[in-house]
């Protein structure tokens, strides 16, 4: 006579073990489909999201340096100095000198640059800086005595810059300032120094990289 009780031990035997079979299957599969991709994970995948990405901050830059200057451009971006607390306008959130984007960032509501980042980066969570890098007299970029606009840490990045000219009759365009940059610059603290000494020799004032390191 077939013994019922040891066959249905054995069903539930392997009944257990294709349960136990299909959830380790589904956990596999949720943590496959849970990868995100970032533009620090090597392999072809990663290129393309790191050239797609260098292409949007390019063309963040570039539509913010064509601006009108009403919407606070990129040359006005880079002139927005408040003398009296030594920073970019309404910085102090960091007590740099500089922006720290937050949903309330002057960074934001200020310039046609930082609604881009905003809608595009920022609130997709990923992180980035602005440096100002300036010509010295030698006309090249001086790396060592840059000015950040925005920093928010460390970390590999794709890279994007885009070129500014500041002009001698150029302005600070902060509220209430209205200082020309060379006189900000020697009596007044802004960090963007003349690429030559001689303020009749050029009206260009200096040449300044807008370079963004997105991450």
Same mark, same amino acid.
Request: charged content about 25%.
């Given at each position: +006579?077939?013994?019922? =009780? ?7 035997? =392997? ?13 596999? *599969? ?22 797609? +990405? ?16 009403? !919407? ?21 959130? @960091? ?21 881009? +980042? ?17 010509? %010295? !007299? ?6 060592? %005595?840059?000015?950040?606009? #925005?920093?928010?840490?460390? @970390?590999?990045?794709? =890279?994007?810059?885009?070129? #500014? ?6 302005? *600070? =365009? ?6 020309? *940059? ?5 009596? !007044? ?27």
């Amino acid at each position: +006579m077939r013994d019922n =009780t040891t066959t249905d031990r054995g069903q539930a035997y =392997t009944l257990e073990g294709f349960v136990s079979a299909m959830i380790v299957l589904m956990a596999v *599969l949720f943590a496959l489909q849970s990868v995100v991709i970032t533009p620090t994970t090597g392999g072809l995948a990663d290129r393309t999201v790191e050239a797609q +990405m260098q292409q949007e901050t390019q063309d963040a830059l570039l539509i913010a340096a064509t601006a009108d200057e009403e !919407e606070n451009n990129l040359s006005r971006m880079v002139r927005y100095w408040d003398i009296d607390n030594g920073e970019f306008q309404d910085a102090n959130d @960091s007590g740099q000198g500089y922006y720290q984007p937050s949903n309330d960032s002057a960074f934001y509501d200020e310039f046609v640059l930082g609604t881009i +980042m905003f809608d595009r980066f920022t609130s997709s969570g990923m992180s980035y800086n602005i440096e100002l890098v300036a010509q %010295n !007299e030698s006309g090249e970029f001086d790396d060592e %005595n840059s000015t950040y606009l #925005v920093y928010q840490g460390e @970390s590999e990045a794709v =890279t994007a810059s885009y070129t #500014v000219t500041l002009y001698e009759s150029d302005t *600070l =365009t902060a509220p209430g300032e209205d200082d020309e *940059l060379r006189d900000a610059y020697e009596d !007044e603290n802004y960090p963007i120094p003349p690429a030559h000494d001689n303020e009749g020799d050029s009206k260009v004032y200096n040449v300044v990289e807008v370079r963004m390191y997105i991450w």
